[in-house]
């Protein structure tokens, strides 16, 4: 099983997202993440999609994917240069003596603090994927109380081409 | 002009040169059919909308045009579903127009309301929910494209009342641009080269042949390849007819209960050409037993079929009618003569075979005294179970188009309306439709449709009082104990034909089974039910049990 990402230029119109959810759901497949939004293009939505499988299976998944008539355009990230990005929001339980120790760990990740209360400090993060995961981790010291990804999306560097 | 989109609808119908629909009302779709009432085409109203589909499924397989279906919301379009999913399964190109309650009511839960995108979006090659009368049109010409465009496919159009009672300027598009759909129909040159090379060099090549080369009418490409290198052919159960069956080089049927000399022929080849077939698992058995010597040459208009179950050192996607063409311009023959010899050895050796008998009625005979009485000119529709393979084994098919059967899906209840359907496609020809008396009961229906029509359709039901193949299979591996396929309680079929104004017979003793066929073929201006009672616990083979290899292969009853 390895991480795929899967990025798939499709038309913006009403049902495509449950044409190509239901291509990983109907195989039994969990989506680890998955985001949609427009383009430069109002009629192209691109929807980055990150799903764990086996080579064959999610090659079958993206001629599948191909073979939707609203999707004009499959490209696999997986091993290719891409500029990854995703945004979090972290809620840490934290005493007001604790609030300068979490502040200076968010700020190595260019975290901001969203909120602070009597009981807890709220950050706001965007990075790459892995840089998110390793704040989590420094973070879960502390106790969590809620977290919450946008899940990433993902542009293939100039010049980069990924595979269909 | 402006038109209403109930006559939106009729237009783009008549633009497609739309002969036959079938469909049924229902308050969704009134305004529809109150424009159907005077429209040029054909209509027919089947009982059942399960019996639209499957008969525009059938007239879809006989004719090569696609299928039209209207039907209601609600359960109008749920009856669908199953004859969707069986064309969906067997790439049939269908259009199905189906009522939607009027937009403002839409997830209100409102009368005869479901998600039909929802629903159909798993089994259908794509689906439409019109919202905007302007796209009416477009839509509609779009799902014909679709539908009968690269590997063709069913395609719903879901349209809400109140769009067609409104009006709007009617301008039928000429072309379609879906800059997601671009189907590839001409193979890559290089790989064209390199197969033909490949094929040069075999010493053991066999040709194994699929619907596809049916739906992309490529039968005489595939004649012209096997008499330019004199390779074997054998088919999938949709690729019947797709080469001659009466020809030295037809393996005939390979898979569970295929010859056992093309399934031979695929355990020893070091070369398949798989063209317009997807490896299905009622082919390959065991999938890591299969053919484990050869290479393989896979030629599919549907990339998603490539490598998907074997894979292919050459795959050539585009259409097979055109590839096939291609390849005849430049293959060289193989020198395979040896081969060849150890095939014929074997098909000489072990033809399908039954043990016939003095005193009862043998499923196998029937299949064969049809095949006798008919000349072999008949179109041959089959339900599903052992009908459906007694047909396929003992039938010898010549032309494609002539065997018409639920492959994919396996549909029982598929067999009649089918041959409905098939019957106003090719008014010409005798339609048989060999059913067992499970599964004629299914849609069993329908048979007033065939009166109605005046359509001389015969179903040979091979009467057994078993839910036969799962029958067989309890027998062979669930210590014969028979539970719930006992079906021996029966309806009187005679009155029952009776009643449905068709012409019933009821044969119990072998000698009149001949003098039955030829009666049922004398008899133009309505449908025939020949009710042969034959032997009840009568099972197929040769028989590749389930996830097993040719070496299981049970060839018959043990004495």
Sequence with gaps: MTRHVISVQVENKAGVLSRVAGLFSARGYNIDSLTVSHTCQEDISVMTIVVQGDEHITEQVKKQLNKLIDVIKVSDHTNARAIEREFMLVRVSAKPAQRPEIAAIGDVFKASTAEISQKSVTLSVKAEPDKIDDLIELLRPYGIKELMRTGRISMLREGESGTN | ?559
């Design chain 2, 1 to 559: 002009m402006k038109l209403k989109g109930a006559e939106i609808i009729i237009e783009a119908l008549k633009k497609e040169d739309v002969e036959v629909v079938f469909g049924y009302p229902g308050s969704a779709v009134i305004p529809i059919f109150h424009y159907i009432f005077d429209a040029p085409f054909k209509f027919i109203l089947p009982r059942h909308e399960q019996g639209a589909v499957h008969a525009a499924d059938g007239y879809a397989r006989a004719s090569g045009k696609p299928g039209v279906v209207i039907a209601t919301s609600g359960p109008g379009a749920t009856n669908l579903v199953t004859g969707i999913a069986t064309a969906n399964m067997d790439s049939i190109p269908l259009v199905i127009i189906t009522g939607q309650v009027a937009r403002a009511m839409i997830g209100n839960d409102a009368f005869q309301e479901v998600d039909v995108s929802g629903v159909t979006r798993p089994i259908s090659k794509h689906n439409y929910l019109v919202q905007n009368i302007s796209d009416l049109a477009k839509t509609i010409k779009e799902a014909f494209h679709i539908a009968t465009t690269g590997r063709p496919g069913p395609v719903v159009v879901d349209i809400p009342v109140d769009i067609t009672n409104e009006s709007y300027e009617f301008d039928y598009p000429e072309t379609v641009n879906l800059r997601g759909y671009k189907p590839t129909y001409s193979g890559h040159p290089n790989q064209i080269k390199k197969a033909c090379d490949i094929i040069a060099k075999s010493k053991r090549p066999v040709v194994y042949a699929g619907g596809g080369v049916v739906l992309a009418n490529a039968a005489a490409e595939l004649a012209e390849f096997a008499k330019k290198t004199n390779i074997p052919i054998t088919t999938t159960l949709l690729g019947i007819g797709a080469f001659p069956e009466t020809e030295k080089l037809s393996l005939k049927m390979l898979g569970m209960y295929g010859t056992y000399y093309a399934n031979q022929a695929i355990d020893k080849a070091d070369l398949i050409i798989a063209v317009g077939a997807r490896f299905d698992d009622r082919v390959t058995g065991k999938i890591d037993s299969f053919s484990s010597l050869s290479k393989v040459i896979h030629i599919d208009i549907d990339p998603s079929s490539v490598s998907k179950n074997i894979e292919a050192e050459i795959p050539i996607v585009g259409n097979c009618k055109n590839i096939l063409g291609e390849i005849n311009k430049i293959v060289k023959a193989p020198e395979i003569s040896e081969w060849l010899n150890k095939l014929m050895d074997l098909k000489e050796k072990y033809p399908f075979t039954y043990k016939d008998s003095d005193t009862l009625i043998k499923p196998q005979f029937v299949v064969e005294s049809i095949y006798r009485l008919t000349k072999g000119d008949a179109i041959i529709c089959t339900e599903v179970g052992q009908n459906q393979l007694w047909a396929a084994q003992f039938y010898e098919f010549t032309k494609p188009r002539t065997f018409i059967t639920s492959g994919g899906f396996g549909t029982m209840g598929y067999g009649f309306p089918a041959a409905i359907g098939a019957q106003l496609a090719r008014p010409d020809k005798r339609v048989i439709d060999i059913a067992g008396d499970g599964s004629i009961q299914m849609n069993i229906q329908e048979l007033i449709v065939a009166s109605e029509h005046k359509l001389p359709v015969i179903i040979a039901i091979l009467n057994n009082g078993f839910l036969g193949m799962v029958r067989q299979w309890q027998q062979m591996f669930w210590e014969k104990r028979y539970s719930h396929t006992d079906i021996g309680f029966a309806p009187d079929f005679v009155k029952l034909a009776d009643a449905y104004h068709a012409v019933g017979i009821k044969i119990t003793e072998k000698k009149e089974v001949e003098p039955a066929i030829t009666k049922a073929l004398s008899i133009t201006d309505r449908p025939i039910i020949l009710d042969f009672h034959v032997a009840r616990e009568e099972n197929v083979f040769p028989f590749v049990p389930a996830g097993k290899t040719v070496d299981d292969t049970i060839m018959g009853e043990e004495e």
